[in-house]
């Protein structure tokens, strides 16, 4: 479904990311995991196509879009839940979640698209009117991913969802993570919690310092002792 190819990306003279590469097939769960700093953020910035790459080639779906102009990734099926949610706080939970559906696709199935969200989301429903940026942040959260979800995406992006959340909360956003992939969606995971993402993932790369250094099942990486020893404290 998405094919990432030698990707380099680069701030100014500082380069980010070396030749990344790597697959996300139909309907998978996927999880990019690494510390701070690894360049998790870079990549899914240029996968929704906020950054522009230096070289390489991003295929979705059979179609190279890595020279699309970023308005246009939307379009072709792609949404992002960025880091730090980047809620319109002023305006209400509504709006924020009509905002994710603006293009003429999406805009004429927004009833249905809302009444999907406010079933993943029930603590939404009654917060409908009010500011955004009066929610709690694990609410902030899922107005973050329903605006996402209101685009109608094949494939959806998330960064760092559990960033800043209680426990609790967090493995709630990952169960509803985990029905968004059930119910045919395909989703790119970028996080730094390493145990929760890999509890939800199908398959797993792991990005350090800009480059891929492994990749297998979560099975298969929760048994590798240099992963458990980075990432796990184990």
């Given at each position: 479904m998405l094919e990432v190819q030698e990707l380099q990306v680069a701030y100014g003279q500082a380069r980010a990311l070396w030749g990344v590469s790597f697959e996300l097939r139909e309907?998978?769960?996927?999880?990019?995991?690494?510390?701070?700093?690894?360049?998790?953020t870079t990549l899914i910035n240029t996968l929704a196509g906020v950054l522009r790459a230096l070289s390489g080639r991003i295929v979705f779906e059979g179609r190279d879009i890595t020279a699309l102009p970023p308005h246009r990734f939307?379009?072709?099926?792609?949404?992002?839940?960025?880091?730090?949610r980047r809620l319109?706080?002023?305006?209400?939970?509504?709006?924020?979640?009509?905002i994710g559906s603006v293009l003429p696709a999406a805009?004429?199935?927004?009833?249905?698209?809302?009444?999907?969200?406010?079933?993943?989301?029930?603590?939404?429903?009654?917060?409908?009117?009010?500011?955004?940026?009066?929610?709690?942040?694990?609410?902030?959260?899922?107005?973050?991913?329903?605006?996402?979800?209101m685009a109608r995406p094949r494939l959806l992006l998330l960064d760092e969802?559990?960033?800043?959340?209680?426990?609790?909360?967090?493995?709630?956003?990952?169960?509803?993570?985990g029905r968004v992939n059930a119910e045919g969606t395909a989703v790119l995971l970028v996080e730094q919690n390493v145990s929760m993402a890999l509890r939800v993932a199908q398959r797993a790369y792991v990005l350090e310092e800009g480059r891929m250094v492994t990749e297998g099942t979560p099975d298969a990486l929760m048994q590798r002792d240099e992963v458990r020893r980075a990432y796990l404290g184990v």
């Open positions: 309907r998978e769960l996927l999880c990019i995991v690494g510390p701070n700093g690894a360049g998790k939307c379009e072709a099926g792609v949404a992002i839940v960025p880091e730090g319109f706080g002023s305006m209400s939970v509504l709006e924020n979640l009509e805009k004429a199935r927004r009833a249905q698209s809302l009444e999907s969200v406010l079933a993943l989301f029930p603590a939404l429903q009654p917060k409908l009117r009010q500011a955004a940026g009066e929610l709690s942040g694990g609410q902030q959260q899922m107005v973050a991913i329903g605006r996402a979800l969802p559990s960033l800043g959340l209680s426990p609790l909360i967090v493995h709630e956003m990952f169960a509803a993570i």
